[in-house]
Structure formats: C-alpha cells, structure tokens
C-alpha cells in the first residue's frame, strides 16, 4: 500500500540550502557578519615565489608569518584557503588599431593552444572573531549572566522553546569590528614588507564566497544585490549527497579531511600539492586556545595515558612498594605519548601556543574518474610524510559547508597543533606567475 507519508519524508527532511550557511551580510564596506554574530575579514595574499628562495630565506619568511599571526588569540578562527584551478580564462584587451589587434588575437590563439597545460594558483585568507553572543546552551547562557544579563536569559530561555532567531547588539559588534580591524591591520602591516596583501571589498567577497559552493564561472560571477541575505546570495549551485560523493552543479565533488597529521613540519613540506594537476581548493582553520585551557588539555592527556600505560589486572591487589618494577608490564607506546606530551608543555612555556587546526580538501571536475585520481593523490602526498586522509562519506556535507567561515560548528576533524607547526603548514608559498600587464 502506497502511503503519503513515506513518499513526502524525504521532502520534509530536506532543509533549504542557505540555512545550511552562517552568513548573514555585510557590516561595513570590508567586513562580513554571521547569523550568529561573527564578524570577518577576507584577505587576498599574492604569495613569494619558493623557487627563488633558499631553505634559510624560507624558514625566515615562515618564522615572519608565525609572529604575526600571534596577534590572533583565543576567539579568533584563521581560515587559509589555496584555490589551483586548470585552464584559466585570460584576460585580453580590445584595441582599435589593426596591427595591435592582430597581434593580440595571435596571441590568443597561442594561449588557447596551450591552455591545457595552464593553471591559476591563488591564496587567500579569512579571519574572524567570535562574537559576544554566538555560543549556544545552557552553560554558554550561565557564563554570559554576569557581562551581558539580557543575552544570558534570552540564551537560557531559548532552550526551552522552539524560537531559533538571534538577538545582536549593535554596540557589541562595533567593539568586536574595531577589535578585529586593528588586529588585521596589525597583520598585514606586519608582513607589508614582503608579501602583497590586500583587504578584500563586498564585491571581491561575495566572489570569493560563491567560489566556496560554485565551480561554473557564471555561478560565481556578480555583485552583491543587498549588503544582507548573503546566504542567498552565494548559493548558485544544486548539491546532492551520493554515497561517496557530491554533486554541485554539473561538478562531481569528493571531500578529503586530515586524519592525522604528518610526522614533521617544515617550511614546504607539502609542495607536492602544487604540483598536482587539477582543480580543487585546500582549507585550514586554526583557531588558538587560552594558555590556561592549553596546559589542561595536555595535563588531562598525560594523566589519562599515565593511568592506562599498565593494565588494570596487574594494578589490582599490588603494593606499590613491594612490587618489582620489572614485573608490570608497561605499555611503551602511551610511555611515548606521556614524553610527547611532556614536550609540548614545555613548548608552550618556551612561548608557543596550541590550537585547533582542520585542513580540508575539496577535489571537483565534470568527470568522475578524475576527481578519484586526484584523491588518490593527494593520499599519497600525505601518506609520504607519515599523515592521514580520511575520505568523507556520511559527513561529507558538514565537511563541504565547513569550509565556508562562519561554519565552524559543522567542522568535526579537528587537531590539537603548535603555531609553530601551522606556521609551516601556512599557504605562504606560490609559484610566480608572471605579470599580468607589460611594463612600459
């Protein structure tokens, strides 16, 4: 018997596409705001040329980047981006004389000709602090009683019912822009003197967030038609959840998340990403921890693998004085975690800090059997240097959507990681591309 009801679930249960996206507009003429009160700022980084570069001037270049993104602490979340795309459009300009205008379409052709041996590399990054009111629940609720009563109860009175909208203040997030305008400004101000960084306008942005979820030039090209709304505004795309894959669009989609991270960081020691052929864009989040909260986790670590380095039979019923050591077995591999972890506090008393890190890479073309070969190799970039790729299936979505900022409740792969070893896993290296217009 055919029921109506069996027949609409999957309806029912599908939700709309923008409500799976934290944005909500634009603050001012370069800053975002989320649903939940978060603001950000988008910055397009040009990059230095690792191929004219020593491994001294490299590790200077990483060490730089390192101590200017200390100026980011506990609530902010540092997004970087590194788009590769194949056969880029180029641009040509038009021109009235004859003789210009036939040398330029000889050149177009020779472009054309070689287009498929032609890509585009391109760096960007995100930062975004957490606002007064954007976490959920009871004990964020309680939390906030003492420095923000009103949005403590409305935060408390929100669990118990269904109503899901948000209340902002306004002079909140003016605090929270200024905070983070200066702290920008310090960043690139910091690094000023060898990389191009460059603030990221409403239109660049929305450009930049349609290319999160769109893959067909005419999808992502535009401008903002309101400063809010702009969930609408960056979904051009259908998406449809296969088993092991993504449809957006016309594009076959596969989500590759970082499982373990690589044995040993250094400045480039994942170049070979570069190198690959095909269009795909890897994300990182960082988001840095309170010293306090750091040294917690690593104590709470230690003492968990301190307790279960010995079996529980061979810890029942025996006097530790009396009991010869050589007579418990001892299980070396948590021996080796407790020193690990003995090492990282003393990092993090030699001044580092630690954080939550997520890399996130999303492999896209029009035919199937590429996208499989492209996440074969990326593996095996990984699987070189001792790290772990985990291919997403059933969370293949929360994946996808986590690489837009604000989305940060959606990412479930994340890793404890010195700034240090972010530093070396920074998107600071390109490859030069050459000049757009000829110099006079």
Known sequence: MLKIARVLKPWKEAASLNAQINLYGFWDPTTFLTKSGDLGVVLRVSGLDYESLDTSEQEYAVKRLEAALKGFGPGFHVYQYLFKRNRPDIPFAEYDDPVVATAIEQRRRFFDEKRDYLYSVEIFYCVLLEGARSKTGIGAGMARLITDPAGGFAELGSQFSNKSMRVLLRAQSRRDAAVLHQRVQAFVHQLADFVSIEILDQAGQLRFFRRLL????????????????????????????????????????????????????????????????????????WMPLSMAKARKEVVKRRRHFNISKTGFISQLGNDPTKTNPRDVLVDESKQADIENLGDCLRALGDGQSLGDFSLTIVLYDCEKSIVDRLASEFSGVFTNFDGNLFTETYNQLNAFFATVPGNYAQNLRRLYLLNSNYADLSFLFTILPGEKIQSS
Request: aromatic fraction near 8%.
């Open 214 to 285: 769109n893959f067909d030039d005419w999808r992502i090209a535009g401008k903002p038609k309101s400063t809010q709304f702009l969930d609408y505004q960056v979904v051009n795309s259908d998406i449809d959840a296969e088993r092991d894959h993504l449809r957006v669009g016309d594009h076959y989609v596969r989500v590759l998340t970082m499982k373990e991270a690589i044995a040993e960081t250094r400045p480039l020691v994942l170049d070979a990403r570069l190198k690959i052929s095909g269009n795909f864009h890897v994300v990182t989040e």
